[in-house]
């Protein structure tokens, strides 16, 4: 059995910024200006947008490059909920009508759609991590990842049916989890949460001001 | 791929291609196996249909979602404090290791830090949730191939760790114990000399498993060269955890990548193996219970003094902004994507469980295989059904 196994004590080198910085060099050279905008976070994690032609180009691009490890896959949908969240904050005064309230604001490298995909493919020999995102087009369909990551399969697969994301070219776009002839998309902001609605969240307690407490003076040090 | 690996392979193939000849000759019909979703083999509610050809499986499909429970629209209505409570159930056996990624990335948002001693004991009980679910696997896995002594050991030893993870938290299963800036509690008295009684009965524990269970002759026959998967078709369909580094991938997160906790103060070993069968699967398993107990015992040693819980507001907001953070845990890397606009709540959390990919390779990997074979490959993947379906 000792001789079978192989075993490892020396801890690598962990990926610094001028390596991150090095990978969007490589991806701009493999697919020029489908790169869209990029996001570092100094010692932290890369993020990258790319345009929705480019999805498959990316990812076949970074695959080549050395992310081989899959990760996940899955989207974001970017509408404030409708329905709020149940539990607002009781201390906070009550809300301006602004006139951005309602508009899609996305995250880090910014985008222009309301859905967005998300996935994450990791560099293993040289341990680092990159999270790609792409503005979802309007028809609502993407290119399969499946022939570059066979493992996106099921993540498709699950988008599709909490998203209602199609994408072109997988096989087998049948539900995971939900039961075969369930209506809507569930992870979309606008699909209610009907337990929700009809009785209000009991744990909303825990954000309610204490009696005569000084909770505005007890700030995070460090930020 | 090793040559041992290829021969292995080759041979195994060989004689499906016989069996399949054979079948053609005699002309046998195929059959529809359905095997769940209440079947003890599949931990859980899993389904598997397999479309069998005599003793072989032409195709084979598991069939998941009925234990959804939707965690991810959850999230996006709890406050953050709240959401601990919710992925405390995905992977039950090893439950307060579901927290600590969730709980880094918030605080990766908030940029605030555990103190040093609430990092090396949330990296205790994160290693004695490993030993509590991988021990179970162990016996576990004993059973499902027709050994039922093995189960009985674990069931015995698994109960002292999850004795020490009620005592430091006061919860068997659900420990919730972890909180954004540190822990809840500190750990109690005569926790840690206790610990150290039950490291070593674990260590125990696994050299019993070792002897009756991987020494065993049938078991041997039953794994070896069973269910092999290159290293290259792990990593694309993103196995992790002991399932990718059997394949022979030197890959473990606790190791090889930065988080504000303690495995960077310990020495371990991270076991992998070059065959990538059934067999390798278990035995870096095993070799991981072992190092998991060396580590707990080290970062007992090396326990700092100070605060457990970093200066947080009692009402926290999390600042706007989106992380990843994902850790080692027992059935392999279990990530958060967690977005915030400064609520509350999360806007947003993806929970990456490690099961999900892990399962979702068996339509590719039980294709070939005999009806036996696939209880063996099902056992040695690993999953626990919370984990796929969260």
């Not at chain 1, 949460?193 to 407490?213: A, T, Y």
């Not at chain 2, 949330?122 to 179970?136: D, K, M, P, Q």
């Not at chain 2, 006061?170 to 509690?185: C, T």
């Not at chain 2, 906790?261 to 699967?281: C, Q, Y």
Request: contains cysteine.
């Amino acid at each position: 059995v000792d001789r079978l196994s192989d075993t490892t004590t020396e801890t690598p080198a962990l990926p610094g910024d001028a390596l991150r910085e090095g990978i969007i060099e490589d991806l701009r050279s493999a697919i020029g200006a489908q790169l869209l905008d990029t996001h570092l976070v100094p010692q932290r994690d890369l993020w990258v947008r790319v345009a929705s032609e480019a999805w498959v180009a990316a990812a076949t691009a970074l695959k080549s490059q050395g992310f081989e490890y899959f990760c996940f896959l899955s989207a974001i949908d970017w509408l404030p909920s409708p329905y709020g969240k149940g539990e607002d904050d009781p201390s906070a005064p009550p809300e301006e009508p602004s006139p951005d309230k309602g508009a899609v604001k996305q995250g880090y490298t910014g985008g222009a759609t309301r859905f967005q995909m998300l996935a994450r493919v990791t560099d293993i020999r040289r341990h680092v991590g990159v999270t790609l995102k792409a503005d979802v087009p309007d028809s609502l369909s993407m290119p399969t990842w499946i022939q570059v990551y066979a493992g996106a399969n099921w993540h498709e697969r699950e988008t599709h049916e909490m998203f209602g994301i199609g994408f072109d070219g997988h096989p087998d776009l049948r539900h995971i989890y939900l039961p075969g002839e369930f209506e809507g998309f569930p992870m979309r902001k606008d699909f209610p949460l009907l337990s929700r609605m009809v009785k209000p969240w009991p744990g909303i307690v825990d954000v309610e001001p204490m009696p005569g407490g000084d909770d505005e003076e007890e700030t995070v040090a460090e930020s | 791929m090793t040559v041992a690996n290829e021969r292995q392979q080759l041979s195994y193939i060989a004689a499906q291609a016989a069996d399949a000849r054979l079948n053609v000759e005699l002309e046998t019909e195929g059959m529809t196996l359905n095997i769940g979703p209440q079947h003890p083999a599949t931990h859980g509610t899993l389904r598997i249909i397999a479309r069998l050809d005599g003793e072989q499986v032409v195709w084979a499909e598991p069939v998941a979602g009925y234990m959804h429970r939707g965690y991810e629209k959850l999230t996006e209505v709890r406050t953050f404090p709240q959401v601990t409570t919710l992925i405390n159930r995905i992977d039950w056996l090893g439950s307060f290791a579901n927290e600590v990624p969730f709980i880094l990335a918030a605080e990766q948002l908030m940029g605030i830090e555990a103190p040093p001693r609430a990092q090396h004991i949330r990296t205790i009980l994160f290693e004695l949730s490993r030993i509590a679910n991988v021990g179970l696997f162990l016996g576990d896995l004993g059973v499902q191939l027709g050994a039922i002594t093995p189960v009985f050991l674990a069931f015995r030893d698994r109960e002292y760790v999850l004795n020490l993870i009620e005592g430091a938290t006061g919860g068997r299963f659900h420990p919730n114990f972890d909180r954004i800036g540190g822990l809840k509690d500190d750990l109690p008295a005569g926790w840690i000399d206790e610990t150290r009684q039950v490291m070593r009965k674990l260590r125990r524990f696994c050299d019993e498993i070792e002897d009756l269970l991987f020494g065993n002759e049938i078991f041997q026959t039953r794994t070896r060269g069973v269910g092999i998967i290159p290293a290259d078709v792990a990593k694309s369909y993103g196995l992790s955890g002991a399932n990718l580094r059997a394949s022979g991938v030197d890959w473990d997160l606790r190791r090889d990548q930065s988080l504000p906790m303690a495995w960077d103060k310990v020495e371990f070993k991270v076991w992998t193996h070059p065959d990538g069968d059934s067999w390798a699967r278990c035995w870096v398993r095993l070799q991981e219970t072992r190092e998991a107990t060396k580590i707990v015992e080290q970062l007992l040693d090396t326990l700092p003094a100070g605060p457990i819980m970093a200066k947080v507001p009692r009402i926290i907001k999390v600042p706007e902004g989106e992380a990843w953070v994902a850790t080692e845990n027992p059935l392999g890397e279990m990530g958060y994507y967690v977005v915030s606009k400064g609520d509350l709540g999360p806007f947003r959390v993806k929970i990456r469980s490690a099961s999900f990919n892990n399962i979702s390779i068996s339509p590719w990997l039980l294709r070939g295989v005999y009806v036996p074979d696939i209880i063996t490959i099902l056992a040695s993947l690993y999953f626990i059904l919370g984990d796929i379906d969260r």
